[in-house]
């Protein structure tokens, strides 16, 4: 029995300095296609991409659950996994993500941050629980699930943010998400720039407002501006 395709799909802004060894990994993957979004980047990243033999479109759309629904539309594979530009998976990747859809109807991978800093194994350890034991994951554990079951929930939500957390909360209303105990490795620069316990005290509060009822776009541009502050 031939093993399932599994579309990677990246949704990408500027990340020339990542994207190269991000797309070194996934192409240790077998049965794989990848397909770059990119959103408007101006530092060369769609260029590093086609030099790297992959499909690169440009997304008119903003936001990068758009740039993910762009990528999913043109996907031949039997599985979509959407990647982060500045995260690698662990290597196996693949027959992992097959052999977790097998009893799930999502999953995605544990979380590891690329730096030495202390604080952020904590923030790894809280993120694995949450994964784990409320099976939340969030987009940088890179997601996966069947491109017949993205496509029956109508693909991410046309949010400017939390897009991957609505799509999880339908799915895991209709079975289970799985969490592969092998993490990606993802680029600590968020946490390193504007410190772990302002990082995750935004992130909570996005949530908190989305669950209040404020508009997506006024938590977007708040996100925005804390993150350029």
Same mark, same amino acid.
């Given at each position: 029995?031939?093993?399932?395709?599994?579309?990677?799909?990246?949704?990408?802004?500027?990340?020339?300095?990542?994207?190269?060894?991000?797309?070194?990994?996934?192409?240790?993957?077998?049965?794989?296609?990848?397909?770059?979004?990119?959103?408007?980047?101006?530092?060369?990243?769609?260029?590093?991409?086609?030099?790297?033999?992959?499909?690169?479109?440009?997304?008119?759309?903003?936001?990068?659950?758009?740039?993910?629904?762009?990528?999913?539309?043109?996907?031949?594979?039997?599985?979509?996994?959407?990647?982060?530009?500045?995260?690698?998976?662990?290597?196996?990747?693949?027959?992992?993500?097959?052999?977790?859809?097998?009893?799930? !109807?999502?999953?995605? &991978? +544990? /979380?590891?941050?690329?730096?030495? *800093?202390?604080?952020?194994?904590? =923030?790894?350890? @809280?993120?694995?629980?949450?994964?784990?034991?409320?099976?939340?994951?969030?987009?940088?554990?890179?997601?996966?699930?069947?491109?017949?079951?993205?496509?029956?929930?109508?693909?991410?939500?046309?949010?400017? !943010?939390?897009?991957? &957390? +609505? /799509?999880?909360?339908?799915?895991? *209303?209709?079975?289970?998400?799985? =969490?592969?105990? @092998?993490?990606?490795?993802?680029?600590?620069?968020?946490?390193?720039?504007?410190?772990?316990?302002?990082?995750?005290?935004?992130?909570?509060?996005?949530?908190?407002?989305?669950?209040?009822?404020?508009?997506?776009?006024?938590?977007?541009?708040?996100?925005?501006?804390?993150?350029?502050?």
């Amino acid at each position: 029995m031939a093993s399932e395709t599994i579309s990677i799909i990246l949704p990408v802004l500027n990340e020339a300095k990542n994207l190269e060894q991000t797309i070194a990994r996934v192409q240790t993957g077998s049965d794989v296609e990848i397909i770059v979004v990119d959103g408007g980047s101006t530092d060369g990243t769609a260029e590093i991409a086609r030099s790297l033999s992959t499909r690169v479109i440009l997304s008119p759309n903003v936001g990068r659950g758009g740039q993910m629904n762009a990528g999913a539309a043109i996907a031949t594979g039997d599985i979509l996994l959407f990647l982060h530009g500045d995260t690698l998976l662990p290597l196996g990747y693949e027959e992992m993500a097959r052999a977790a859809l097998a009893q799930a !109807i999502a999953g995605a &991978f +544990e /979380l590891a941050i690329d730096s030495n *800093r202390p604080s952020l194994r904590w =923030i790894e350890k @809280t993120v694995n629980w949450r994964s784990r034991f409320l099976q939340f994951p969030y987009g940088d554990q890179g997601i996966f699930l069947k491109a017949s079951v993205f496509r029956e929930f109508g693909g991410f939500p046309k949010l400017p !943010i939390m897009e991957d &957390f +609505e /799509l999880i909360r339908q799915l895991r *209303r209709n079975g289970k998400i799985a =969490i592969v105990p @092998t993490p990606v490795l993802t680029s600590g620069r968020r946490w390193q720039k504007l410190g772990a316990i302002k990082t995750t005290a935004i992130n909570q509060l996005i949530i908190l407002g989305y669950f209040l009822g404020i508009p997506p776009t006024t938590l977007w541009r708040w996100y925005r501006g804390q993150r350029r502050g």
